[in-house]
C-alpha cells in the first residue's frame, strides 16, 4: 500500500527512535511525542516543514537524537527527487494546458479562413450568373425591339394588304338603271356608253387584284420573318429565364455559404472563449497552491540545513527563525494568460433572392421590355402552405379595433366577433391557433379601403412587443387569393410593407419609431395601422386581424 508523504515522515520519525502500539492512537514513549500527532491537512509541505520546525527546536534544546542522519538524508531525498519534480512537472502540464486553450482560437481562423474560400467562390458565381443574366435580358430586349419593329411593319403590310383584297369595288354590283338604255338614248349610244363603263371597271378591278396579289406576297414573306424573329425572341425569354433561376440559385449559394460561415465561425470562438473563462479560474487558483507548496519545500530544505553535524548537534534557534522568515522566489511558477484574440468581424453579404433588396439590384436596372419573371425565393424562405388549406372557413378574428387606436395587451379583451371598439383574443389564445403549415398566417382587413395584407412568420404573436414580436422575421403578400400568394421578405423592426409594395395608399404600417407606437396620433401607448404618404399616413380605421387554423 502507497503511504502519503506525511506518513511515510511519520514513519521515518518512528525508526529515527520513537515507538508506537498498534491501538487506534499512537502511544509516545520518547521525547518527541509532540511530533506525532497526526496533520489533518493531508499530503501538504505545510505539515512537512512543520514537523522538520518542531523536530529542529527540540534539537536544539535536548541534543542529537539517535537516526537523526538517516532521517534527514532521507526526508532530503523526497523533497528533491519527488516533491519539488512533482510541482515543477504539474506546472509544466498547466502551462500546457494554457496552450491548449489558446489552439481553438487559431483553429476557428483556420476554418474560417477555409469556409471563406467557399463563401468567395460562391460571391464570385454569383456575380458571374449576375452579369450573365443582365447581359441575357439585354439581348432578349434587343430580340424583342427586332421582333416588334417585324410586327410593326407586317401590321402596315397587312393593313394595306387587307385594303386592297377587301376593296369594294371588287364586289361592288352596278346599278341595275344602267341596264337599261334611257329614254331616248338609241341602243348603239347606250352599248358604247356601257362598253366604257365596263372597260373602266375591268381596268380598276385588274389594278386592285394586282396590288392585292403583290401585297399577299409582302405579306407572306415578312410574315416568315416575323415568325423567325418571334422565335428568336422567345429562345432569348427562355434562356434568360433559365439565366435568372442560375443567379437566384448562386444567390442561395453565396446567402447560405456566407451566413454558415458565420455562424461556425461564431460558435467555434464563443467555445473557445467560454473554455478559456471557465479554466482560468482554477488554473489560477493552481498557481497559487504550488507556489505555497514550494515555499513550503524550501522551507524544508532550509531547516534540514540549520543540523550542523547531522545528528542534530549545534543547531541554533536563531537559524530556526531566519529559516521561517526567508522569502522564497517562485516567479519560475507563474503562468501568463494570453489574452483571447479579438473575433473577426463576420458579415454576411449578398441580398436573398426576392427580397427589396434584390430585387432593385439584380431586377431594378432591366430593360422595360425584358422584365425579370416571377422570382423564385431560397428554400428556407419559399412557401409551405398546405394544400389543404381554403380560406372559406379557416380564418379566426383575433383582434380588432375602430376609430381609435388600442392598448396592447398579452390578455383577452372584449368581444373579438364585435365591430365596435376593441376587442381580441388572449396572446395564448392566438398562439394556439394552428394550420400544421409551421408558419402562422394572418390576414389583416381595414374599413379604410379595401387592401387586404397576409402575413407569415414562425415567431409566436406578442401584442406587447414590436411589430407583434415579428421584428425582422415576417413575410407579407397583398395578392387577393391567399392560396396563390408570392411572399416576400420583410428586414425591419418594425411592421411596415414600404419596402415592399410601395409607400402608396395601399400601405399599412405600425409601430413605426418605438416598441409600440401609432403614427397617426404620435402615440407610444397605444398602437393603430396606417398608411402611406399619398393619403397622409392616416390611422386604418376598424382594422380586423385574423389568423388562419384550427
Request: proline share 4%.
Amino acid at each position: 500500500m502507497k503511504l502519503s508523504l506525511t506518513s511515510t515522515v511519520l514513519c521515518l520519525l518512528v525508526n529515527a527512535g520513537m515507538a508506537v502500539d498498534h491501538r487506534p492512537r499512537f502511544r509516545a514513549r520518547s521525547r518527541h511525542a509532540q511530533l506525532l500527532k497526526l496533520p489533518t491537512g493531508g499530503q501538504d509541505s505545510s505539515n512537512i516543514s512543520g514537523m522538520v520546525e518542531d523536530l529542529a527546536r527540540v534539537s536544539a534544546k535536548n541534543g542529537a537524537t539517535p537516526g537523526m542522519d538517516t532521517f534527514v538524508k532521507q526526508i532530503e531525498k523526497m523533497v528533491n527527487e519527488d516533491m519539488k519534480p512533482k510541482v515543477t512537472q504539474q506546472h509544466d502540464e498547466a502551462v500546457l494546458l494554457v496552450h491548449e486553450l489558446m489552439e481553438p482560437f487559431n483553429l476557428c481562423g483556420v476554418q474560417k479562413q477555409q469556409n471563406d474560400l467557399g463563401v468567395n467562390a460562391a460571391i464570385t458565381a454569383r456575380a458571374q450568373r449576375s452579369e450573365a443574366h443582365k447581359t441575357c435580358r439585354v439581348n432578349e430586349g434587343a430580340a424583342f425591339v427586332s421582333k416588334k419593329s417585324c410586327d410593326d411593319a407586317l401590321e402596315i403590310l397587312t393593313s394595306a394588304k387587307d385594303s386592297q383584297c377587301n376593296n369594294p369595288t371588287l364586289s361592288e354590283i352596278p346599278d341595275g338603271s344602267l341596264c337599261e338604255p334611257a329614254p331616248g338614248e338609241t341602243l348603239e349610244l347606250w352599248v358604247a356608253a356601257r362598253a366604257i363603263m365596263f372597260e373602266k371597271k375591268d381596268v380598276a378591278i385588274k389594278k386592285i387584284k394586282s396590288e392585292c396579289v403583290k401585297n399577299t406576297a409582302l405579306v407572306d414573306s415578312k410574315k416568315v420573318e416575323c415568325d423567325a424573329r418571334d422565335a428568336e425572341y422567345t429562345s432569348a425569354k427562355s434562356a434568360c429565364d433559365v439565366e435568372q433561376t442560375s443567379l437566384e440559385s448562386a444567390a442561395c449559394s453565396q446567402a447560405e455559404k456566407t451566413t454558415g460561415s458565420c455562424e461556425t465561425y461564431t460558435i467555434c470562438y464563443q467555445n473557445a472563449l467560454t473554455a478559456l473563462n471557465n479554466a482560468k479560474p482554477a488554473i489560477e487558483a493552481q498557481v497559487r497552491g504550488r507556489k505555497g507548496e514550494w515555499r513550503g519545500l524550501m522551507r524544508i530544505q532550509c531547516l534540514f540545513g540549520v543540523f550542523a553535524d547531522g545528528q542534530g548537534n549545534g543547531v541554533d534557534v536563531a537559524q530556526i527563525d531566519s529559516c521561517k522568515a526567508k522569502t522564497h522566489d517562485t516567479s519560475h511558477l507563474n503562468i501568463a494568460f494570453p489574452a483571447a484574440p479579438a473575433q473577426t468581424a463576420c458579415a454576411v453579404t449578398g441580398s436573398e433572392p426576392c427580397t427589396a433588396a434584390y430585387t432593385t439590384e439584380e431586377y431594378g436596372a432591366l430593360p422595360i421590355n425584358a422584365q425579370n419573371q416571377a422570382c423564385g425565393p431560397c428554400a428556407w424562405n419559399a412557401p409551405t402552405m398546405p394544400t389543404t388549406i381554403t380560406t372559406a372557413n379557416g380564418w379566426h378574428a383575433i383582434l380588432h379595433y375602430g376609430t381609435e387606436a388600442y392598448t396592447p395587451t398579452p390578455l383577452a379583451v372584449g368581444d373579438v366577433l364585435s365591430t365596435v371598439g376593441f376587442g381580441k383574443l388572449s396572446d395564448a389564445a392566438i398562439n394556439a391557433i394552428s394550420d400544421g403549415s409551421g408558419y402562422h398566417h394572418y390576414k389583416l382587413t381595414s374599413g379604410t379601403d379595401s387592401s387586404e395584407i397576409y402575413v407569415r412568420t414562425q415567431k409566436v404573436f406578442s401584442d406587447t412587443s414590436r411589430a407583434f414580436g415579428w421584428s425582422g422575421a415576417y413575410q407579407v403578400c397583398n395578392t387577393v387569393d391567399f392560396g396563390s400568394c408570392s411572399w416576400h421578405a420583410v428586414s425591419m423592426a418594425r411592421f411596415d410593407t414600404e419596402g415592399e409594395f410601395g409607400n402608396n395608399c395601399a400601405r399599412w404600417f405600425a409601430d413605426y419609431s418605438a416598441n409600440i407606437h401609432c403614427y397617426a396620433t404620435g402615440s407610444s401607448q397605444k398602437r393603430c395601422f396606417a398608411d402611406g404618404a399619398p393619403c397622409g399616413h392616416a390611422m386604418r380605421t376598424n382594422v380586423v386581424m385574423y389568423k388562419f387554423g384550427r
